[in-house]
């Protein structure tokens, strides 16, 4: 079996320090994507990672990091590897396109569920009482399971998707859920988090969607999202409405300035 991408695994999975043993000891990862996904997972459970802290902490020398991988409880065990079939027809999924023979897409459709949806909605993907893990959330699915857990930090989630995942199309969607979940609770702190969450969109990515667009004229004026699209969206795709308010907080600046 062919090396797997270290982003194939990122997103394609919630990975158990076992899984990710196996997958270095049984040549599915180069050393260097072996620490770089024990740095994100890390990353991703806080205080609850460290054996991905220890794993990472080993480096990118194969013998070190081989040696500490075979110590891992679990990682020699056929239930350690049962994952790796399923991420290697997601990279293959991913290289050759979106076609594939019925039985294929069925093994794909069972190890997202298996792997990636059910470890989101267990809550075992994240660390959900640490705001600063919550900041790496890079899987959309982990801050959908989230929305209907009704987790407490689910708006610092929303904010680390727009930081760290590369697609706005997986972003805006959970941005207006958090917009439309804010607006209809009157949660103001979710309303300010979904705001924060839009802005780096817009700075990030240069785009927005209809959607969003509609949820935050809802909002009051002059907030982070209100001016990051303003400055880093296209003007020719805002609304009416945010020009006149950017153009006559800028005429009021210009007047108060003189």
């Known amino acids: 079996m062919p090396l797997i991408p270290a982003d194939v695994v990122?997103?394609?999975?919630?990975?158990?320090?076992?899984?990710?043993?196996?997958?270095?000891?049984?040549?599915?990862?180069?050393?260097?994507?072996?620490?770089?996904?024990?740095?994100?997972?890390?990353?991703?459970?806080?205080?609850?990672?460290?054996?991905?802290?220890?794993?990472?902490?080993?480096?990118?020398?194969?013998?070190?990091?081989?040696?500490?991988?075979?110590?891992?409880?679990?990682?020699?065990?056929?239930?350690?590897?049962?994952?790796?079939?399923?991420?290697?027809?997601?990279?293959?999924?991913?290289?050759?396109?979106?076609?594939?023979?019925?039985?294929?897409?069925?093994?794909?459709?069972?190890?997202?569920?298996?792997f990636l949806l059910a470890r989101a909605a267990s809550g075992r993907g994240m660390n959900w009482?640490?705001?600063?893990?919550?900041?790496?959330?890079?899987?959309?699915?982990?801050?959908?399971?989230?929305?209907?857990?009704?987790?407490?930090?689910?708006?610092?989630?929303?904010?680390?998707?727009?930081l760290t995942h590369p697609d706005p199309a997986a972003i805006l969607p959970r941005v207006a859920r958090a917009l439309e979940c804010a607006l209809e609770s009157s949660d103001h702190r979710l309303r300010h988090q979904g705001l924060v969450a839009l802005a780096h969109t817009a700075r990030l990515h240069g785009t927005v969607d209809r959607r969003c667009l509609d949820l935050l004229r809802r909002c009051p004026r002059g907030s982070e999202a209100d001016d990051d699209l303003w400055a880093y969206v296209p003007r020719h795709r805002l609304p009416w409405w945010l020009w006149r308010h950017q153009l006559r907080a800028g005429l009021w600046r210009l007047l108060s300035g003189r």
């Open 129 to 162: 009482r640490e705001s600063g893990a919550l900041l790496g959330t890079d899987r959309p699915e982990e801050v959908d399971a989230a929305f209907e857990r009704g987790e407490e930090l689910l708006g610092v989630a929303v904010i680390g998707l727009a």
């Open 10 to 114: 990122r997103y394609a999975a919630a990975i158990e320090p076992s899984e990710l043993a196996w997958g270095r000891l049984h040549g599915r990862l180069t050393a260097a994507d072996t620490v770089r996904l024990a740095f994100l997972r890390r990353c991703d459970l806080g205080a609850g990672g460290e054996m991905f802290a220890r794993i990472h902490a080993q480096g990118p020398s194969g013998p070190q990091l081989d040696a500490f991988c075979r110590e891992i409880p679990g990682a020699a065990t056929d239930a350690a590897g049962r994952i790796w079939g399923y991420l290697a027809l997601v990279g293959r999924s991913a290289s050759e396109g979106a076609g594939g023979t019925e039985p294929v897409a069925r093994q794909l459709a069972a190890g997202r569920e298996e």
